[in-house]
């Protein structure tokens, strides 16, 4: 099929903790401070509200998510030729159980049948998919892919060390000095993160507590009330957001998956409907290696794919009107190779498929298709990549967070926004 735009309706090497994290687990805990698993309290935040703004969350498919098999072209031939035993079956096809047939999007593409709790919000003109997106590394290691992904580099070639979203909290213009700017929910600090001074790592909201008297917490105070040098400030950055998180409210009765994705999707909308200034939100789902026994309409990807609409179909209800405040990015390394293998699995590939949901987000299925023929691959068998990651996530800056620094945080790039975002 010829390359046309559509615009239709290895990871090991992570800091667990961030440097306030690492002050409350370590350094302030050489003057006992502890973390102790407890309710979350009153209504009424210590520092009041502040004002509404805009969040991103950013959640990573860990594991080179199949983007051939999560948005199907169910109208591409040659993609049925490739997988005789992993396609989707096309929609209309009646010899195949429901639970195998692609929920169609457009005529073309189509959703996994494990994603149907996402055409509600599809239909509602909340979501985009992007296909054909991805990095330049052509390393096919998922080490070298998402050190280049959560720097914001062309590749895995020597670059900035820090994190693309570290420095976005950098180069901002816009004011923001919550303690919870910048929350990862399950206690990682993304490399995305790195850098950032003023960014947490949270394994839970419930577990992150102050033990001690009034005058213990008199005593910290008086520690870090002065001063400037960075220990300084972390120290009181620290205290600020143990006080929020101690006084958050209730989280939701939306049925949220009990998955580590589903509760910490949870705690980022209890964060965002509390009003404390969140502005990024980093959540991790890892499982996406389908190597052996990958399945169809059932099976490991299916699974995956279950638990993570199920979770974004559960926070979308849960936030409601607020969802025009955020917009969530769902992004892999890297995708699978056409061509399925000798294990009725997937190996490394190149291109994959990024989601888009809520604020701004212009619906549909946006892509420069390359095509799946033979000739139209790259590499040992892989999906051109035709889209630059690094263009969607420099336009949702720029648009949702008002930060056009493009070139500081995407360090080489000079950006085309795609209009996928308003």
């Known amino acids: 099929m010829k390359a046309e735009w559509w615009s239709c309706d290895d990871y090991a090497q992570s800091q667990k903790i961030s440097r306030r994290g690492l002050l409350v687990g370590s350094s302030l805990a050489l003057y006992t401070l502890a973390l102790k698993q407890s309710a979350l309290g009153q209504i009424a935040l210590r520092t009041g509200k502040q004002k509404e703004g805009e ?12 983007g051939l098999n999560i948005v199907v072209p169910h109208g591409e ?28 999007l457009n005529g073309f593409f189509g959703l996994h049948p494990a994603l149907a709790p996402l055409m509600p919000l599809y239909g509602e003109g909340q979501m985009a998919f992007i296909h054909a997106i991805g990095s330049m590394d052509e390393s096919h290691s998922h080490f070298e892919a998402m050190y280049a992904m959560e720097r914001g580099l062309a590749s895995s070639a020597p670059g900035d060390a820090s994190g693309w979203l570290a420095r976005h909290l950098i180069s901002s213009s816009v004011v923001n000095d919550s303690a919870l700017r910048a929350v990862a929910i399950g206690g990682t600090m993304p490399d995305s993160l790195r850098g950032a001074s003023n960014a947490l790592a949270l394994d839970s909201l419930d577990d992150f507590k102050l ?7 008199a005593a910290l105070d008086k520690l870090y009330a002065n001063g400037g040098d960075p220990l300084t400030q972390a120290g009181r950055q620290t205290l600020k957001a143990l006080d929020k998180i101690q006084t958050l409210p209730a989280g939701s009765a939306s049925p949220y998956p009990q998955s580590d994705i589903g509760q910490g999707l949870r705690q980022v909308a209890q964060l965002i409907k509390s009003d404390v200034g969140l502005e990024v939100a980093c959540l991790d789902k890892s499982g996406w290696d389908t190597h052996v026994t ?5 099976g490991i990807l299916a699974s995956q794919l279950d638990d993570i609409a199920k979770g974004l179909a559960a926070f979308a209800t849960d936030l409601g009107a607020r969802m025009k405040h955020v917009t969530v990015v769902a992004q892999t390394e890297f995708g699978r190779r056409v061509h399925e293998n000798d294990g009725f699995g997937t190996d490394h590939g190149h291109a994959s498929v990024m989601l888009l949901l809520g604020g701004g987000t212009v619906p549909g299925v946006h892509t420069k298709w390359p095509g799946l023929n033979d000739d139209q691959l790259s590499g040992p068998g892989d999906l051109q990549v035709t889209t630059d990651y690094r263009n969607v996530l420099a336009e949702i800056l720029a648009k949702r967070l008002q930060n056009k620094a493009s070139t ?9 926004f795609p209009g996928f975002t308003a």
């Open 211 to 217: 033990q001690g008297d009034a005058g213990f917490r």
């Open 294 to 298: 990958q399945g169809r309409g059932t």
């Open 55 to 66: 969040t991103v969350v950013i959640v990573f498919l860990r594991g080179g998510a199949d």
């Open 77 to 104: 031939d040659a993609y049925y030729k490739a997988r005789p035993a992993l396609a989707i079956a096309r929609p209309n096809d009646a010899s195949a159980h429901k639970e195998d047939r692609t929920l169609d």
């Open 408 to 416: 500081q945080v995407f360090p080489g790039l000079q950006p085309t």
